[in-house]
Structures are given as structure tokens and as C-alpha cells.
């Protein structure tokens, strides 16, 4: 067993310094998700990827293993990040995990939940990521884990057991590194509160992931399920995740398998570290969760007046939830293949559950890429796709629609990893031998790549304009000839729609096909009213007139090249 004496009773809540403050509001916030693995490593320095030219190749046999990122790398390129626009960093889990086994570089499989992983660096190297970032006026989220530990303990004759009746199976012997490695703290799981039998729900692995109970009970593969219903073991988790807020100045947490945990547990922990996040001046402390699945599902968690049928009984906890509906369909109609129209009735159910729609966004993290790849096992949005601007239209959706919106790390960069398994998403930005594109040994943070200009361009017309962050959402009719509207009927159309704040209308519009489109959009006739003229925001040069059809419709006429984007406001 290890001999560092890490236990939560121990712990000292009183921030070690005076701690950064809340954002306003997260939706003034634009965040930056990466696997700390995967980013930087802080020290090489390699040549830049320049399309066309050779390069080492990338190494399938390293894809799942280690790379090398470390958490001096992520504050080494804040600056990129930063300059891209984005104001929040979103790391993936940091805590230690079982360092004989090298294949979870993710960092999901926690073994001491007390420690920064060795590989990631130390606490001070994130006490040092997080003062840079709030020098900077960045903020930094852990994706934390919460319903299991790493695969630390094994059933009986260490065999696999499978989840059955929702039996209990014996406990077999807490696993412990080999001496040779020299690995001792590695063994068993840290702190001494969870070193009970009685901290595991022992169901075996789950087989049948549509089951919600057998889901929720079951070992999440070979990760230990923890026993959330024992007060002993959520009041641990508590204690170690206020811990890392005194410590590291940590702005929010993104809360892993929301699905896989009781919801009063999830409740209950969310609550207690709020409470605790106030008190020591953080009172907007955010926590957002991971929840695959419906709208109805997710404002059960949110715990929102709905009126969707089945949301009777709620569970408020979460601030906000990663919004899983709308990356469903985001990719299909950004590339032309599903019509808007899946777009417009998400919103109108969406709608139902806010007295006031303009609040709508608060509750929800937008995103079109990320490392699981759900909707699409797995690739990411620019896989086999030869058009660059539809991945600044994806995001430029994010960055103009209502919610608060999350880049996937390489995005801005074009990456277009796909394969068999969730690794292919999982690119190197530094080199390391699993870099994009099949390269190895060079690195991607590339600030003139036309996707992180673009990003860059949409994310300071966002930062100006309160009504992209606030406003109310309605999608707009078009019309090809300047007298018959409708909405699109198809998804080979432009897709516009207006964030409406106060007096201020902001309309954007996209085109969604390879060619040239010109169309008439329609516009609030009271707030962009005919004979008025509209800027284009990122591209000051145009300006259309307001015009007004017999029957008194505002609209304006807009030409866009291929994938073309223009966001227009009156003055």
C-alpha cells in the first residue's frame, strides 16, 4: 500500500490565496476544451505542419498511449488560445491515475484523487496554468469524475464479472503495482476513505448501457463504480472537490457520466460545492454536466419549470448541461444534408421550459467536435471533408446562437481525425508520434489557418455585441425572388436567423452550399425598419438596405459566396 498518508479529514479548506473571481455571466465566455495529453508539452519544440510537405508519419501503435502533453505546455500556448478568442480552458481530468498502465492518457481512470498526475506535472504547475490564465482575464474548468475510480481493486480470481440483478459480488484484493516498477503508489485507491470494500457498488460490468439502472449501477468497463448512495463516500468526493478549488483557484467543473450517477447524489454535490464556492468568493462557480441524451432528460438535471411531458420530478443541480441535442443535428445541416427545419423545432420545444426564451442559452454549452464523437463513432466534422469554411460555419453557429459555446481543440486547425476507435479524435497538437494528418513530429498551433482566423474574426463580434450573448433567438424566412418567403425547405438554402436584445437585432446569415446564393431575409420590421442600412459586422465594406415587401415584411437582400457568413446590424 502507498505510504503518502492522503486522507479528506485532513484536508484545510481555506484557500491558500486570495482566489479570482467569477465571471459575470458564463455566457460572456467562449471556453477551449483539450486533453492535457494531447496539447503541449511544454519543452520540444518541432517545425510547423505545412500541408503538401513531408513529414514523419504518425504512429498507430501510439495512438492509445501517453503522448506527452503536460499542464506547462497549456500555459505555455495560453497566448494562442487567448488570441483565439477563447476565455475559458477546459482541461480533461488531471488527477492521478495508475501510472503502470499506459493507456489512459485520457485521465478518466483516477486512482488518487488527491494528487496531480506525475505525467501531467505537479500542483504547482497548476497553481502556475491557472495564475497565468487569470492574468490573462481566462478562466480554467477540471472535467472531474464522480460515479467511479480507475480499475484499482479486482472481483474474485480477478476475473470479469458482468452486471446481473443488480447482485452484489464479492470483494477480491485491492490491486497493487508490481515491485519491480517501483510504482507502490500505485496501489489501491487514494484517499484512505475510499479503501473500504463498501466504497464500490461491486454489480459487475455493465453489458446492457439502454438499462438506466444498470447503467447507473453497473462498472463503467473496467472502471470501479463508486457507491455514490453511502453518505460516507459522496461526502469524500465533496471534500476532495472543494480541495481543488482552495488550492488551485479552479473557476468551474464539468461533471463526467451525469447519466451513470443517482441524480440526488448529483444534486447533493453540486449544491454543497456551491455553497462552499460562494463562501470563499466565487459566486458564479460554474458546473456543467455530461448528459446524453434528450431535452427532456437534461432539464430534469437542471431542474427548470417544464412543461415537456416526464419532467415532473427534478433534481436542480447542474448550472448547465452539455448540449447534446443540438450536436446531433448541427453537423447535418451546416453541411447540407438535414433541412433547418430540425434546427427550428429543437427551439420551439426548447422554448417551452423558459418563461423567458432570452435565458435560454445560460443552461446549455454548444459544441460540434469533441473526444467521445457520439453522434458520429468516430470522426470529427472536417473528416473526408474537403471544405474548410463549413467547419467556421459550425462554429460560427456556436458563437452566434444562444448558449455558451465550447471548441474542441484542432478544430480551429482543420483536424480531421477518424477510425475505429475514440484515439482517431484525439490528435497531437505538438508533434508527439500521433500528430494530424497522419504526421508525426510537428506541431499545429498555427495562428494564420483560415479556420482560426475566421474563428478568431466571429468571437470579437461576439465579444461586442451583448445581443449574440443574451438576446432572444428566431430563425428568418428567405426568399429568392424578394416577395415570396418561407422557410427553407431544404438544407441547400441560407440559413439565417436574428439574436434580438432590447432595441439591437443581429442577423446572421450563412450559406450553406458551394455556390453563390442571393436571397432576401427577413428582419424585425420594428427594430430594422425600410430605408435603414445594415453593416456586415465582420466585414464593415457591405451594406444592404432595409426594404419592405406590399405587405409590409422588412427584409434585406444579401449575396453570399460559397459557405459565405455575414453578420448584419443596423448603423
Known sequence: MSTVPHSAATLDFRPTTRLHPSPEDW?????????VDRFDDGATNVPPYRAGQPAAPSDPARRARFQGGNLRGVTRRLDYIRDLGCTAIWLSPILKNRRDLNDSYHGYGIQDFLEVDPRFGTLADLQQLTREAHSRGMYVILDIVLNHAGDVWAYPDDQPYYYYDGQTFPFGRWREADAASGLQEDDAVWPTELQTPDAFKRRGQIRNWFDPVEARDGDFLSLKELNLPRPEVLD???KIYKHWIAVADIDGYRLDTVKHMEDSATAIFCNAVREYAQRVGKH???MFGEIVADDAT????LGRNSRIEGTQERFPSLDAALDFPLYFMLEEVIKGFASPAFLRARYEAFYQVYTDHGEAGR???TFVDNHDQMARPYRRFMHDNPHPRQALLAVAYLLTAQG???LYYGTEQGFDGGGPDDSYVRECMFGGTWGAFGTAGCHFFNADHEIYRGIRAVAAVRRAQPALRYGRQYFREISGNGSDFGHPLDGRCTLAYSRILDTEEVLVAMNLTNQSREDGVTVDRKL??????MRDLLDPARRVTVEETPSGRAFVRLALPPHGLAIMKCG
Open 298 to 301: 437534461i432539464q430534469h438535471y
Open 27 to 35: 455566457r460572456d465566455e467562449f471556453l477551449y476544451f483539450l486533453l
Open 236 to 238: 469524500t468526493l465533496i
Open 404 to 406: 455558451i459555446p465550447c
Open 363 to 365: 443552461y446549455f454549452v
Open 528 to 533: 430594422s425598419a425600410r430605408g435603414q442600412s
Open 284 to 286: 458564479r462557480f460554474f
